[in-house]
């Protein structure tokens, strides 16, 4: 899938300029897309708190214009950035790439930057989460792009542009842009693209890529590259996969297999520990996603964390938290870097959440695990060419979704019609808890490719040591099916709401839906969404609540009920003692008391919330800002709102 991260390090002509930083406001803004460059997604403020946080209103809101006019696969779009707030601006991007720059206190436009990507090309995602900043700390305030906007394209670009005005930043690679197509291996027109902020360190830009799933074995390759963040000028690359057949040999690889296969792109957002001077890699699968007989064997940095030397991309350290990837279980999440006190004393730790509802977490310095980290047994394959990994590893931190297998008697319905049609639906598949491989019958994905836990990722308290996560819990369904019997069951209308890949290069293709009631709902009983608080401290779940109600996803006269919803999109926390999110199919922000999980708020929105909210102090008030667009895959309105939330002034 996706991924965008930056670095800085003076190198070349750049060398003997001073480092550049990330931003010059003071603590309680909202620099980068995660909050901080290590993604705790919190806003050291309590003007709004507890006590107050029924009075918010809206304080005001803006309109991007983008509703996907001409734009191929307009069904897709979504609107999940995160804005972030520098030298006095508030910084976002739509879905389609372009840039906007808008006063934090009214919410008016100061600039526009449109990228004019090909609105005809059908792009395998459609979305852009957000920008990052950079400031010339050698620079006078006001010089022509000592303050740089960046972001990667959906046609995969990466675009420097003057904080103050929006234009492109001339001395920039190609006036203004680097074109990452440039070196990669060809593939078909909008499956290589940048869906995720970069991040900085010093004064190097690092992206990485969102590449389109299952399309067959020989996809683009998951290199990760640095950039001058002045010149443009590229410094280093690190490749997942083995580009030589000792390396392939030396890290368990076939040297052919690992020539052809692709992907295990980092798609994500990554991290970056300024003062270690690492920046923290989620990996995706190699390619394909559901059958990995063409790639043998555990497949070393795909479905990893990897931390890499932010000055030269040397590998540092890394874990593999999924072997040999048959689920589509990429690392999703961005690495979130906190300081855990254990044992009597504080370790520098990275947490990593996953599709598999699991939290891993590490010494940052060492990749030793804070929690232990055992390898489990797994059910085995029935696959003709395909070979599993015996085990997988599970850590000791609590796991956020149920890992039992989806049985017969786990049916849920709304009458006796629907529960007795899932209950036959469950008895006809494969079904034997987490890991239970793809086959031909038919394998219950439990928990399904979405999550778990998704590129919303996690927010941190460290006061309280909690991690807050938001959890999808909506298995899924996943066919192979013979190349010979491929393109027949693709074009028959026995599978209206499947979604078919062709895993090209391998004996199968493949098929995968929701595990669903004739009436269209998930066939296990809610929640299908939760969110939840962990706390390090107890290692132990402190609270779990569901997430979002019915509304938006029945007609008006139906009750709406708090079943706990699928969402997508992530939290945020703020020393007010509230976490804030989106995220559900209802429109709704929400603000939980991050003591007990109750929820103490929840402010109406135009359209769908799939983003992460964001917080900052303007002119003294307290605002909360969310992107509410809405979410093309999972159905929910579409929109076009920026929308802003404050107390009565």
Same mark, same amino acid.
């Given at each position: 899938?996706?991924?965008?991260v930056?670095?800085?390090?003076?190198?070349?002509?750049a060398?003997?300029?001073?480092p550049?930083?990330?931003s010059?406001?003071?603590?309680?803004?909202?620099g980068?897309? *995660?909050?901080?460059?290590? *993604?705790?997604?919190?806003?050291?403020?309590?003007?709004i708190?507890?006590?107050?946080?029924?009075?918010?209103?809206?304080?005001?809101?803006?309109?991007?214009?983008?509703?996907?006019?001409?734009?191929?696969r307009a069904?897709?779009l979504?609107?999940?950035?995160?804005?972030?707030?520098?030298?006095?601006?508030?910084?976002? @991007?739509?879905?389609?790439?372009?840039?906007?720059?808008?006063?934090?206190?009214?919410?008016?436009?100061?600039?526009?930057?449109?990228?004019?990507?090909?609105?005809?090309?059908?792009?395998?995602?459609?979305?852009?989460?957000?920008?990052?900043?950079?400031?010339?700390?050698a620079?006078?305030?006001?010089?022509?792009?000592?303050?740089?906007?960046?972001?990667?394209?959906?046609?995969? +670009?990466?675009?420097?542009?003057?904080?103050?005005?929006?234009r492109?930043?001339r001395?920039?690679?190609?006036?203004?842009?680097?074109?990452?197509?440039? *070196?990669?291996?060809?593939?078909?027109?909008?499956?290589?693209?940048?869906?995720?902020?970069?991040?900085?360190?010093?004064?190097?830009?690092?992206? /990485?890529?969102?590449?389109?799933?299952n399309? *067959?074995?020989?996809?683009?390759?998951?290199?990760v590259?640095?950039?001058?963040v002045?010149?443009?000028?590229?410094l280093?690359?690190?490749?997942?996969?083995?580009?030589?057949?000792?390396?392939?040999t030396?890290?368990?690889?076939?040297?052919?297999?690992?020539?052809?296969? #692709?992907?295990?792109?980092?798609?994500?957002?990554?991290?970056?520990d300024?003062?270690? /001077?690492?920046?923290?890699?989620?990996? #995706?699968?190699?390619?394909?996603?559901?059958?990995g007989?063409?790639r043998k064997?555990d497949?070393?940095?795909?479905? @990893?964390?990897?931390?890499?030397?932010?000055e030269?991309?040397?590998?540092a350290?890394?874990?593999?938290?999924?072997?040999?990837?048959?689920?589509?279980?990429?690392?999703?999440?961005?690495?979130m870097?906190?300081?855990?006190e254990?044992?009597?004393?504080?370790?520098?730790?990275?947490?990593q959440?996953?599709k598999? #509802?699991?939290?891993?977490?590490f010494?940052?310095?060492?990749?030793?695990?804070?929690?232990?980290?055992?390898?489990?047994?797994?059910?085995?394959?029935?696959?003709a060419?395909?070979?599993?990994?015996?085990?997988?590893?599970?850590?000791?931190?609590?796991? &956020?979704? @149920?890992?039992?297998?989806?049985?017969?008697?786990?049916?849920?319905?709304l009458?006796?019609?629907?529960?007795?049609k899932?209950r036959?639906?469950i008895?006809?598949?494969?079904?034997?808890?987490?890991?239970?491989?793809?086959?031909?019958?038919?394998?219950?994905?439990?928990?399904?490719?979405? /999550?778990?836990?998704?590129?919303? @990722?996690?927010?941190?308290?460290?006061?309280?040591?909690?991690?807050?996560?938001a959890?999808?819990h909506?298995?899924?369904v996943?066919?192979?099916?013979?190349?010979?019997?491929?393109?027949?069951?693709?074009?028959?209308d026995?599978?209206?709401?499947?979604?078919?890949?062709?895993?090209?290069?391998?004996?199968? #293709?493949v098929?995968?839906?929701?595990?669903?009631?004739?009436?269209?709902?998930?066939?296990?009983?809610p929640?299908?969404?939760?969110?939840?608080?962990?706390?390090?401290r107890?290692?132990?779940?402190?609270?779990?609540?569901?997430?979002?109600?019915?509304r938006?996803?029945?007609?008006?006269?139906?009750p709406?009920?708090t079943?706990?919803?699928?969402?997508m999109?992530?939290?945020?926390?703020?020393?007010?003692? &509230?976490?804030?999110?989106?995220?559900?199919t209802?429109?709704?922000? +929400?603000?939980?008391d991050?003591?007990?999980?109750?929820?103490l708020?929840?402010?109406?929105?135009?359209?769908? /919330?799939?983003?992460?909210?964001?917080?900052y102090?303007?002119?003294?008030?307290?605002?909360?800002?969310?992107?509410?667009?809405?979410?093309g895959?999972?159905g929910t309105?579409?929109?076009?709102?920026?929308?802003?939330?404050?107390?009565?002034?």
């Amino acid at each position: 899938m996706q991924a965008g991260v930056l670095l800085g390090l003076a190198i070349c002509s750049a060398s003997a300029a001073p480092p550049g930083r990330q931003s010059d406001d003071d603590e309680s803004q909202w620099g980068s897309y *995660g909050g901080d460059p290590g *993604g705790n997604r919190h806003a050291p403020l309590q003007q709004i708190n507890r006590q107050n946080v029924r009075q918010l209103e809206i304080a005001w809101t803006y309109r991007t214009g983008e509703l996907g006019a001409d734009f191929a696969r307009a069904e897709n779009l979504t609107f999940e950035a995160t804005p972030i707030l520098v030298r006095g601006s508030l910084y976002l @991007s739509t879905a389609t790439n372009i840039v906007i720059a808008l006063d934090p206190v009214t919410g008016q436009q100061r600039w526009r930057y449109d990228p004019r990507i090909d609105r005809t090309r059908r792009y395998s995602e459609a979305t852009s989460r957000g920008v990052s900043s950079w400031i010339d700390a050698a620079a006078e305030p006001t010089a022509a792009c000592a303050h740089r906007i960046l972001m990667g394209t959906l046609d995969a +670009r990466l675009i420097a542009l003057d904080g103050r005005t929006g234009r492109p930043c001339r001395d920039f690679g190609n006036g203004g842009k680097v074109d990452l197509n440039e *070196g990669v291996r060809a593939g078909s027109a909008g499956n290589y693209l940048v869906t995720s902020p970069p991040a900085i360190y010093r004064n190097i830009a690092i992206v /990485g890529s969102a590449i389109g799933d299952n399309g *067959g074995v020989e996809l683009q390759r998951g290199i990760v590259r640095a950039f001058d963040v002045r010149s443009g000028k590229q410094l280093w690359s690190w490749d997942p996969i083995p580009t030589s057949s000792e390396e392939a040999t030396r890290r368990g690889w076939q040297p052919q297999s690992a020539q052809r296969t #692709g992907a295990a792109n980092a798609w994500s957002v990554l991290s970056v520990d300024a003062g270690r /001077g690492l920046v923290f890699v989620p990996t #995706g699968s190699a390619s394909p996603d559901y059958y990995g007989g063409e790639r043998k064997g555990d497949n070393n940095y795909a479905n @990893s964390l990897v931390a890499l030397h932010a000055e030269t991309g040397a590998i540092a350290w890394h874990r593999q938290l999924v072997h040999h990837d048959l689920w589509d279980y990429d690392v999703p999440a961005q690495p979130m870097l906190i300081d855990i006190e254990r044992d009597n004393k504080s370790i520098p730790a990275v947490v990593q959440a996953t599709k598999t #509802g699991m939290l891993f977490v590490f010494d940052r310095e060492t990749g030793e695990p804070v929690f232990e980290v055992v390898e489990r047994p797994v059910p085995q394959t029935d696959v003709a060419g395909e070979t599993i990994s015996p085990t997988q590893p599970f850590p000791a931190t609590p796991a &956020l979704v @149920s890992h039992a297998a989806v049985t017969p008697q786990d049916a849920w319905g709304l009458t006796f019609y629907d529960r007795g049609k899932c209950r036959d639906l469950i008895s006809h598949y494969r079904s034997e808890g987490i890991f239970t491989p793809p086959s031909l019958q038919g394998t219950i994905e439990s928990p399904g490719f979405a /999550g778990g836990v998704n590129w919303g @990722s996690t927010a941190f308290d460290s006061e309280r040591q909690l991690v807050i996560a938001a959890v999808n819990h909506i298995p899924m369904v996943v066919t192979l099916i013979p190349r010979e019997q491929f393109d027949a069951a693709r074009r028959s209308d026995a599978w209206p709401d499947s979604d078919f890949a062709a895993q090209t290069g391998t004996p199968y #293709g493949v098929r995968r839906e929701l595990l669903a009631s004739p009436f269209g709902l998930p066939c296990t009983a809610p929640p299908w969404g939760t969110l939840a608080a962990i706390d390090l401290r107890r290692n132990a779940i402190r609270w779990q609540v569901m997430l979002g109600s019915t509304r938006d996803m029945t007609p008006w006269f139906v009750p709406a009920p708090t079943l706990g919803m699928p969402n997508m999109g992530g939290p945020m926390v703020t020393d007010g003692g &509230l976490a804030f999110i989106g995220a559900a199919t209802d429109n709704y922000l +929400r603000a939980f008391d991050i003591e007990t999980g109750r929820e103490l708020w929840k402010g109406r929105l135009p359209a769908g /919330g799939q983003a992460t909210p964001m917080s900052y102090e303007a002119n003294g008030r307290q605002f909360v800002v969310i992107a509410a667009g809405g979410h093309g895959k999972l159905g929910t309105k579409r929109g076009d709102h920026v929308v802003a939330f404050a107390l009565p002034e």
